[in-house]
């Protein structure tokens, strides 16, 4: 019989022993004791026996409230990391925030903090961590010089020096990729995890030049080798040149394969998303904003932010087991690394103590929001995390999520900080079109017969960069509404005025060769066109050229009639008569 039977057995018979007579007991316990094999008085006891009242734990709690509170200050100082990776970084942090005093904390409770296991880190923050709430590709294959390039996977690194960079572009066009935004190129050292960010306006092969060329002034180490995806940003001819005379090993990745590159590809979520978020940015202006944002974090991030790195892997069978390395910051890596030469890491050093990790964060925030302001569409972001103090925290709340009526499409994942939640765009907000409705309505009141279209490229040429293709259709709405308004009837051409298509110039290079030969069919006329015009002329485009043939034929040839199927010769009593023409033509 199993435990649980027994148990069973006995919650049953109990209220009957003891409610039964002398002889009655007698018979159950023969019966409990052959079915559950136990002693015979273990078994009188057992159903004599009165419920025990369980007993008050009586011990102090170890870890006090000023444990908790210094706990809560130190996660929220690391960008509330995960304790694995804060555990290893406390002394270093709270040596920082002593330093610049944030903190003061007795013997007895840095003792404390600095025995906690990772396990009781998260059961003394898990009351904290629930006031925070829980949390597209636009990479163009480039098919030029990939056989050049070779190609690296995720087993390749095995290379300890610093200096091998992945490097990967993360766009910044909201829930739209049409039109010229904002991407920022990613650059992660492999050995030390140091990250470097860059604004970019668009993707191109000279957005990325540059900013390699001024990653190599502030790197503490020189660039050996940068490891890409296959987008056509990477994969060109300037990149390749730049690689071969700054003697820079250059490989890529295997194509739709992102774990090749899982280092940034880890860097895109956990940094550039935490800091700009999926918003749709555009501008000069919020070029200018965000890339003040990236020179202020890349302090914090590779000073203060420690990370794990995967030190070997098993495979027993179908189960995977990961032993990783202690959590450490890039900057311990680099001062811990033979291949970093001497005067890198005194400049390191001295670098570090001159930083304070709370104003870091802090003015990190204020960028945010400043650089939201110039948000074209509003994407979701993260509760705002102010790191506060002690005394502070004391006086402050934090700083609740504006309530979003719909539901976002991808629900934003746990513990995400850096960044404020973006209000939205409410009811009536002025998009930017609306900023120059004004100044288009006096171009109208001395043009109004201007077309749409001009007043697109008007607005094009006056402030580049901040209208997008799609708004067309609300530039002509809003013209268009203009002159119902002032009782204005204009007529344009539709599309744009003065542009001809392809067709056009075919049809001119075909009037000689009618003139020549009235009677040419269409099939002909297109086989002439094609020799006449090699390379501009297609096959698709014979019923543009028939229409063309049957309207010209009508409006230079009265006696001409055309049929849904057949072309007819009318007779007509006159001297000059037509030649003799079949009447069907075999087109």
């Not at 002693?39 to 004599?48: E, S, T, V, W």
């Not at 194509?255 to 999926?278: C, F, M, P, T, W």
């Not at 390395?325 to 050093?349: C, F, G, H, M």
Request: glycine share 6%; aromatic share 8%.
């Amino acid at each position: 019989m199993t435990v649980n039977a027994r148990r069973e057995l006995f919650e049953a018979l109990k209220p009957l022993y003891i409610k039964a007579a002398w002889s009655e007991k007698r018979l159950l316990l023969d019966g409990f004791v052959t079915a559950t094999g136990y002693n015979r008085k273990h078994a009188i006891a057992l159903l004599n026996s009165e419920a025990k009242q369980p007993k008050a734990r009586t011990r102090r709690p170890k870890y006090g409230p000023q444990v908790v509170q210094a706990l809560i200050t130190l996660w929220k100082a690391a960008n509330r990391i995960c304790s694995r990776r804060l555990i290893p970084f406390l002394p270093t942090l709270i040596e920082s925030l002593e330093r610049f005093g944030h903190v003061h904390l007795d013997l007895e409770v840095k003792q404390l903090l600095l025995s906690l296991s990772p396990a009781t880190m998260d059961r003394l923050l898990k009351p904290e961590r629930k006031k925070y709430g829980k949390r597209k590709s636009t990479t163009k294959p480039g098919y030029l010089l990939k056989k050049h390039i070779p190609i690296r996977t995720y087993s390749d690194w095995n290379d300890l020096r610093p200096g091998f960079l992945e490097i990967d572009l993360v766009a910044h066009g909201g829930e739209s990729a049409s039109g010229q935004f904002l991407h920022t190129l990613t650059m992660t050292d492999i050995a030390s995890t140091w990250t470097e960010c860059y604004a970019l306006i668009g993707k191109s092969e000279a957005g990325v030049l540059a900013a390699l060329d001024e990653a190599q002034k502030i790197l503490p180490f020189s660039i050996l080798g940068i490891d890409s995806d296959n987008g056509s940003e990477f994969i060109n001819h300037g990149l390749l040149d730049w690689c071969r005379a700054q003697q820079v090993t250059f490989t890529r990745s295997r194509e739709y394969k992102k774990n090749d590159q899982a280092h940034v590809e880890e860097k895109n979520g956990s940094i550039v998303r935490r800091l700009v978020g999926y918003g749709r940015f555009e501008g000069h202006d919020s070029w200018r904003r965000l890339q003040n944002i990236y020179i202020q974090s890349r302090l914090y991030i590779n000073f203060f932010q420690p990370s794990l790195k995967l030190a070997d892997k098993d495979r027993d069978g179908g189960r995977v087991r990961r032993r990783y390395e202690t959590a450490r910051t890039p900057y311990e890596r680099l001062i811990q690394n033979k291949e970093v030469k001497n005067k890198s890491k005194l400049d390191l050093t001295e670098q570090f103590k001159r930083l304070d990790p709370v104003a870091l964060l802090e003015q990190i925030e204020m960028l945010q929001n400043d650089f939201w302001a110039t948000a074209v569409s509003p994407g979701r972001q993260a509760p705002q995390t102010t790191i506060q103090s002690e005394e502070a925290t004391a006086t402050k709340t934090a700083t609740k999520a504006t309530p979003v009526a719909k539901r976002p499409r991808y629900q934003p994942r746990d513990q995400k900080p850096f960044f404020s939640v973006y209000p939205g765009q409410k009811k009536g907000r002025k998009t930017n079109l609306d900023e120059v409705w004004p100044e288009v309505c006096q171009l109208l009141e001395a043009n109004p017969t201007i077309s749409p279209h001009q007043v697109e490229m008007h607005l094009t040429e006056q402030y580049p960069g901040r209208f997008r293709s799609t708004q067309a259709n609300t530039i002509r709405d809003k013209v268009l509404r203009w002159r119902d308004e002032h009782g204005i009837e204009t007529v344009y051409q539709k599309g744009k005025p003065g542009r001809k298509s392809n067709i056009d110039f075919i049809w001119e290079a075909a009037l000689p060769e009618l003139e020549r030969d009235p009677l040419l069919s269409r099939r002909k006329l297109l086989a002439l066109m094609m020799e006449k015009l090699p390379g501009q002329v297609k096959q698709s485009q014979l019923s543009c050229l028939a229409s063309r043939l049957k309207q010209w034929r009508i409006d230079n040839h009265p006696r001409w009639q055309t049929g849904s199927s057949e072309i007819k010769i009318t007779i007509i009593e006159s001297a000059e008569t037509l030649p003799v023409i079949p009447e069907r033509e075999n087109q």
